[in-house]
C-alpha cells in the first residue's frame, strides 16, 4: 500500500522548498524537519496501541500506549535528515542503522555499515530514507531487516519514483510506503525527476 500525502499545504510548502535550487543547506534542513514530522505521524497510524489507566490529579482516566517497539531505520547518509524528528515524534524508539551508496555509474547501492537494535517479530520497524528512487537501496534494507527478523517493516520517503514503488512493492509486497509525492519518472542517471537532486548532498552541503 502506498500513502501519498501531497494534498496536505504544509507539505506542499515544505516540498516545494526542498525542490528549489537556490534553497540553500539551513532552509533545507528545516524544511527536512517539518516535513518528517507529518510524515512520521502518518506511518504511526498503523500502530497498534494497547490500553492503560493513570491517575490524574482528579480521578483515573483510561488511556493508551503504543503496544511493541519502535525502531527507526535512517538510510545513511540522507536518511539521518529525517531522524531527529522521527526520534521527537516517538522518544520511546529505538534506533538501527543502514549504511548504503549508490555507485555513481550504475546506480547500484551498496552496504557499507549496519547496525541494528534487537529486533522481534512484533517490533515496528520504519525505514527513513528521502528518496526512493530505483528502490534498491530500499530493497536491500528491507532484505536486511527481515533476515534480523523484522516481520512489520514500513518504509517512510519524501520523494518516490513509480520505479522504486514498483520495486520495492515486487520484492517485498507486505511493506506499506508513506510519501510526500509521488514524482514522475527517473532520469537515465536514475535521479528523480523532477526531483530536488542529491538530497544528501544538499542536506550536508557537499
Ligand atoms: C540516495 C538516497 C537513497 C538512494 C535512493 O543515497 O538517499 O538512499 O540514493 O536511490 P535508490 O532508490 O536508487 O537506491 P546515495 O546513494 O546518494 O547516498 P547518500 O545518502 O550517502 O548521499
Ligand atoms: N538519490 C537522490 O538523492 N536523489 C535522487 O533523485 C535519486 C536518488
Known amino acids: ?3 501519498e500525502l501531497s494534498d ?28 518528517t514530522q507529518i510524515l512520521v505521524a502518518e506511518a504511526a497510524k498503523s500502530l497498534k496501541v494497547e490500553t492503560r489507566t493513570v491517575q490524574t ?15 527507526f531505520v535512517p538510510i545513511l547518509r540522507a536518511g539521518l535528515g ?10 520511546e524508539s529505538s534506533v538501527g542503522y543502514i549504511g548504503l551508496e549508490r555507485d555513481e555509474s550504475t546506480a547500484v547501492a551498496s552496504c557499507y555499515y549496519a547496525k541494528m537494535p534487537e529486533l522481534d517479530p512484533d517490533s515496528q520497524v520504519f ?7 530505483t528502490g534498491g537501496s530500499a530493497v ?20 518516490a519514483a513509480p520505479e522504486g514503488i514498483a520495486c520495492l512493492r515486487e520484492a517485498h509486497p507486505d511493506v506499506p510506503v508513506v510519501a510526500g509525492k509521488i514524482d514522475r519518472e527517473l532520469n537515465h542517471q536514475k ?3 523532477p526531483g530536488l537532486g ?9
Open 1 to 3: 500500500m502506498v500513502t
Open 8 to 35: 496536505h499545504p504544509l507539505l506542499q510548502h515544505q516540498l516545494t522548498i526542498l525542490r528549489d535550487v537556490s534553497t540553500d543547506a539551513s532552509a533545507f534542513r528545516q524544511a527536512c524537519s517539518g516535513m
Open 57 to 71: 490529579p482528579l480521578e483515573e482516566a483510561e488511556g493508551y500506549r503504543i503496544a511493541g517497539s519502535v525502531v
Open 82 to 91: 529525517m531522524l531527529d524528528d522521527a526520534m521527537a515524534t516517538i522518544p
Open 127 to 133: 525505514v527513513l530514507d528521502p528518496m526512493l528512487a
Open 140 to 159: 536491500q534494507c528491507v532484505d536486511q531487516l527481515k533476515q534480523s527478523g523484522a516481520k512489520k517493516v514500513s518504509m517512510i520517503c519524501v520523494i
Open 191 to 193: 535521479y528523480i525527476l
Open 198 to 206: 542529491d538530497f544528501g548532498d544538499r542536506l550536508f552541503n557537499t
